[in-house]
């Protein structure tokens, strides 16, 4: 049952095979065995995920269940759920108690789905490796000696491990395709603006979308089926029609034009994760895809203008933690600009005073023009670089990273060299644009490679039918760590 797909645990539920609250507990039983070593989890809470689940059987026993209803989902600790503590990775929100559901949450919530728990993620979202997370590293279910990526580092463990059937992440870099690809789950980040961000902790609002993570594009189609859809409580919700993201999904790709970029394949890309990538372009040249080789001229700038602008948001949006309002404040102080110093210094991680630092500085009158405004001009050539590309492809291919998963404490005191393991995703949420990945095999060391795919603005369906077909004829996706 653990490696059941959605629609089989969905007709399991209809069928009256299993109750919701069967299906919770032994997914919480798994958490409970797991756990312990794998930390993909920051907070459980069966007695609350078992009423959920109740209400989901009162649901389905009327009839009146959908997709999702009864299903467990494990959320990130990023979206805010009412009642449940919502740290955000860090001691700064380490006793928030959230007031409030996210958009994200809220429509789960409608959907009948139960929350399993929230999952581990690297502090307020910044980092590759999960690290950074005030509760502690987690480890990658193929090999506890190898990172799970990050930022979504947890809810990708959990698929993975198994102990959650679907789970939730954010991308403002990479956080949802790159812990899939090195944990070897399906993760997809949405076009910019299709997610509402309500509920979600800011960290870089122009580029931070959140997007499901799970085995397969077709689980993925039916999550964002639910996730996605206007709030007019995000300003930047986008309010378009309501699609259907699996109505594609059985499409063949004969005539498919896929777009390589040549930046992609170049210096930098390890062996064995290139090797993989190209056995996948193959799967896919049988299956009726062309290739055409492409250029994204501006890949280089894609990691400099991000380390300018995703700090220049978080060190405002993280301005609102001054231990007045809510979450950390420092136990002692002598008056209120104290209070600040010594709550912001003890509740915050050196990753993210080391981006307040640097968003402070490139904003302040003196620099702004030459880091801040420059970088902005820079993102609009790289959305350019895309906008040509896609008049000769369908979509973009290419690695989700450079390397499989590297060891734990391997890039921890060398920020640029964990900087640079985002190098093929970046340039994606600079632009705005939709990017998945999905599981197309192993590297030398036995840890798993993400294939990368790229849609054009709104090409989510697409993106998922091109994913779908592929998980059709190879089995990647249904590999399971031996835990
Ligand atoms: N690794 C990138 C960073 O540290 C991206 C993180 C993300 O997508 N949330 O900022």
């Known amino acids: 049952m653990i490696n059941s797909s959605l629609k089989q645990l ?4 209809a069928a009256k095979k299993i109750s919701s609250r069967e299906l919770t507990q032994s997914y919480l039983s798994r958490i409970e065995t797991l756990n312990p070593d794998l930390n993909a989890f920051i907070t459980v809470d069966a007695e609350k995920s078992l009423m959920q689940a109740d209400a989901a059987d009162k649901l389905l026993a009327a009839g009146l269940g959908g997709v999702l209803t009864g299903i467990p989902i494990a959320q990130k600790d990023i979206f805010c759920a009412q009642g ?22 809220e429509r789960f919530n409608v959907a009948g ?9 690297d502090e307020f979202a910044m980092g590759s490796s999960n690290e950074t997370s005030h509760f502690g590293k987690v480890k990658n279910p193929w090999d506890k000696l190898a990172v799970p990526g990050g930022s979504s580092g947890g809810s990708a463990a959990a698929v993975a491990a198994r102990m959650a059937p679907a ?61 996605a859809g206007f709030d007019n409580r995000d300003s930047t919700s986008l309010d378009r029609p309501v699609e259907d993201y699996a109505r594609d999904l059985a499409q063949p790709l004969n005539g498919l034009k896929i777009g ?5 394949f170049a210096e ?72 600040y110093k010594k709550t912001r210094a003890q509740g915050f991680g050196a990753e993210v005073k080391r981006r307040i630092l640097i968003g402070t500085y490139v904003l302040s009158a003196g620099y702004y023009d030459a880091y801040y405004l420059k970088a902005q001009k820079l993102r609009r050539l790289i959305a350019q670089d895309f906008t040509d590309a896609f008049k000769l492809c369908d979509v973009i291919m290419g690695p989700t990273t450079p390397t499989t998963a590297f060891n734990l404490g391997e890039k921890s005191d060398d920020p640029v060299s964990m900087y640079l393991s985002d190098i093929y995703t970046i340039a994606v949420n600079l632009a705005g644009l939709p990017g998945m990945s999905i599981p197309v095999g192993f590297g030398a060391n036995g840890r798993p490679v993400g294939l990368q795919i790229i849609g ?20 990647w996706h249904q590999r399971m760590p031996i835990l």
């Open 456 to 475: 054009n603005y709104f090409g989510e369906a697409k993106m998922l039918n091109v994913a779908h077909q592929y998980q059709l004829a190879t089995d």
């Open 113 to 121: 789905a139960v929350n399993l728990g929230k999952t581990n993620m």
């Open 84 to 105: 449940w503590r919502t740290t955000c990775g860090s001691k700064m929100l380490g006793n928030f108690i959230a007031p409030y559901d996210a958009n994200v949450i």
């Open 268 to 339: 930098g890309l390890a062996p064995d994760v290139a090797q993989t990538i190209e056995a996948a372009i193959t799967e896919y040249k049988k299956l009726g895809a062309q290739v055409v080789e492409i250029s994204l001229p501006n890949t280089q700038l894609s990691i400099p203008v991000y380390y300018v602008l995703a700090p220049a948001e978080a060190s405002s949006n993280l301005a609102r933690y001054d231990g007045v309002r809510y979450g950390y404040r420092a136990p002692e102080y002598k008056d209120l600009t104290d209070m």
């Open 10 to 13: 969905a007709a399991q539920l």
């Open 167 to 227: 789970a939730t992440g954010t991308d403002t870099g990479g956080s949802i395709r790159q812990p899939a690809a090195l944990t070897g789950i399906t993760g997809i980040k949405p076009t910019y603006g299709v997610v509402s961000r309500y509920g979600m902790i800011a960290f870089a609002s122009s580029l931070d979308q959140g997007g499901p993570m799970a085995k397969s594009a077709e689980d993925c189609a039916l999550l964002l089926n639910t996730m």
């Open 260 to 264: 390589l970029p040549k930046e992609y």
